[in-house]
């Protein structure tokens, strides 16, 4: 399909449609998981929140419009892998053909998801290690209290360095565009808005030994730093235990909090609830 849009078009029609598509497909995940979430939230809900606390709308505001940076900035890297597959300069493709069977596209689909895995991970890693990486990852950690809408609210640096896997694998072997766009806009954004959600899913646990929950990235977007690279992995822990940046103080995921009494139905009554009705308002987008 993105071969089609490509060749119909040139880099800036290509980059256009995908922003849109994108945005379709983020509002849509982030959006429906806010609203569920959020908008009307209830005791039964609260009780599985890593933060008792809910972000302000502002906050949340804030959030969406560093989104959007994100967005046109990760665009940017599979319409340039198409223009270049156009010029001959990149092995992307479209579609599945005697060269590129089914098997070949399954298997390049799980290597791609498994070095993404570590790609963001490593990347991540050098944002909370290295001064200019951390000079443009910060921005990210203004939200220490995340919603579904923190998912790529990054800088236009920061996001263009994670999206950079959909130029560069194109440019090391053949991959198909559709498959690794997919991959991470629905695959990777997908358990990101998992992950950002700031609610721990009661039948994954947040003592995972394999997966990252929701509770390991608040912790990251809550505690982690310059030099305190606590779980900067993005699916798998395995990338964090094996770099020894596992989060090691007391415990403070929501099962854990209710097995102290720290979500009780007086402490949730004592909860500001904020009104997020003001973010269908347009003064309020306007307002400083």
Known sequence: MLCEVSLAGNFFTTWFFLCVVTFLSVMLMSGAT?????WNP???????????????????KNEILTMMKGLVTAALCPSLALYLANKGYSKAYCGVT???PWSYLLVSALVCWI????????????????????KQHKAHHVFFNPSPFAVIADEYVDQLFRASPLLIYPLIAP???????????????????????????????????????AFQHYIHHARSVMN???????????WDQLFGSVYDQECVCAKCERGKGKRSKAI????E????????????????
């Open 273 to 288: 609830k904020p009104d997020y009705s003001v973010l269908l308002t347009p003064t309020f987008w306007f307002s400083s």
């Open 115 to 134: 070095a993404s895995d570590f790609f963001e991970f490593y990347y991540h890693r050098l944002g909370h290690t290295v001064a200019f990486f951390w």
């Open 34 to 38: 806010f609203y569920f979430l959020y």
């Open 98 to 100: 005697e060269e590129y």
């Open 228 to 238: 305190k690279p606590y779980h900067t992995g993005f699916v798998f822990k395995i």
């Open 175 to 213: 991959v198909n565009i559709d498959m690794l766009f997919i991959l991470f806009a629905v695959l990777f954004y997908c358990y990101g808005t998992y992950i950002h959600s700031g609610y721990e899913l009661p039948w994954l646990d947040a003592h995972h030994p394999v997966l990252n929950t």
């Open 42 to 60: 209830t005791y039964d809900l609260w009780v599985h929140k890593s933060n008792p606390k809910y972000p302000t709308p502002k906050v949340v």
């Open 268 to 271: 949730w009554e004592s909860v």
